[in-house]
């Protein structure tokens, strides 16, 4: 016997009807297996905004509206114009030119000289043969009047109220020393040369010595530095410009009246007491001819000093020198010079 078939959409209602059933039983074990989620809370809701609600003019009374006007009239700003600037010309400086200075003319310096050694003698004319008429002493200083031709001398004024001439070598010139003109020289007196006067034979006194050799120049004292005594002599025979050494002459030296003598001799030719310096005007101060030196050691002390020429056999042929030290002072070196009148 045949059994009935049933109708396809029967079939299909089964079928959904067990996959709903499943899937609700899947769920339900799936909550039982993980448990309730738990809620978020909600933010609380913010308050609601105010509504501001305009009063209707209406309701005020005259009193608060005439309040509100004076007070809205009293807050308003006041407004102020601010002032537009004005660009001010500015005006061009005039031209001044500047007054030029007054220029005064200043005077011409006269020439002079300074004294460097501590005495110079003073003479006559230009040359050592000239008689020594005074003398300077250092730092003084002189008007400059004239020179000789080689500038060996000059002629100052004044000593004792005269023009004198002085040897350039001692002195320091300053000025404007090239326009000093060129003086004459006065005419040069005799040699001085003292001659045997005949004696009477009644009568007792010996005849006077004549000297070879007289003194024309010192004894001049120098500032040193050594305590001991130095003595720088020149001996010669002639003229300036070309006096000549005389050699075989000795000096003897009396200290305090004792002979403190050397046997040394003067020489030929002479020498130079300092070296030359030409930018050094001090240098000319010590710097002298000389063709014999003699020293006196360790100290030339307080003592009067006697000092003249003797020849090979001792006999005085000279003027004597004298001059003075003192312990302390600076002035131990000593310059003198003797020209042979007979030579």
């Given amino acids: 016997m045949t059994r009935p078939t049933r109708p396809p959409h029967i079939i299909w209602l089964v079928i959904l009807a067990a996959l709903l059933l499943s899937t609700s039983v899947a769920c339900s074990l799936g909550q039982m297996l993980v448990g309730e989620p738990t809620a978020t809370p909600l933010p609380p809701a913010p308050p609601p905004a105010p509504t501001w609600t305009p009063s209707p003019v209406g309701q005020l009374s005259p009193a608060q509206i005439a309040t509100l006007t004076v007070e809205a009239a009293v807050n308003l700003p006041t407004f102020t114009p601010t002032a537009t600037p004005v660009e001010t010309a500015t005006p061009t400086p005039t031209f001044t030119p500047p007054i030029p200075p007054t220029v005064t003319p200043t005077a011409t310096p ?146 305090n009246g004792v002979d403190v003598s050397k046997p040394d001799l003067t020489t030929y030719p002479f020498q130079w007491s300092a070296p030359f310096l030409a930018d050094d005007p001090d240098a000319f101060g010590n710097r002298r001819q000389y063709n014999l030196k003699y020293e006196y050691l360790p100290d030339a002390g307080d003592a009067e000093w006697t000092i003249y020429l003797v020849d090979g056999s001792g006999n005085p042929v000279s003027q004597e020198a004298k001059f003075t030290t003192h312990t302390g002072e600076p002035d131990n070196e000593i310059y003198i010079s003797w020209i042979d009148v007979q030579g």
């Fill in 110 to 255: 006269a020439p002079y000289i300074v004294v460097v050694a501590p005495v110079v003698n003073v003479r006559q004319g230009p040359s050592v043969a000239y008689p020594i008429i005074g003398q300077v002493h250092q730092d003084e200083e002189y008007t400059l009047v004239g020179r000789n031709d080689a500038q060996s001398w000059w002629q100052i004024c004044c000593v004792d109220g005269y023009q004198v001439w002085i040897t350039s070598q001692l002195t320091a010139p300053g000025g404007p020393v090239d326009g000093v003109p060129i003086a004459v020289a006065p005419e040069l007196p005799p040699t001085p040369f003292p001659t045997n006067t005949p004696i009477p034979a009644d009568t007792s006194t010996p005849p006077g010595p004549s000297w070879r050799f007289w003194v024309s120049e010192g004894p001049e004292q120098w500032m040193t530095t050594n305590p001991w005594l130095t003595i720088w002599v020149k001996a010669y025979v002639g003229a300036y410009p070309d006096p000549v050494a005389v050699s075989g002459y000795r000096m003897v030296v009396l200290r």
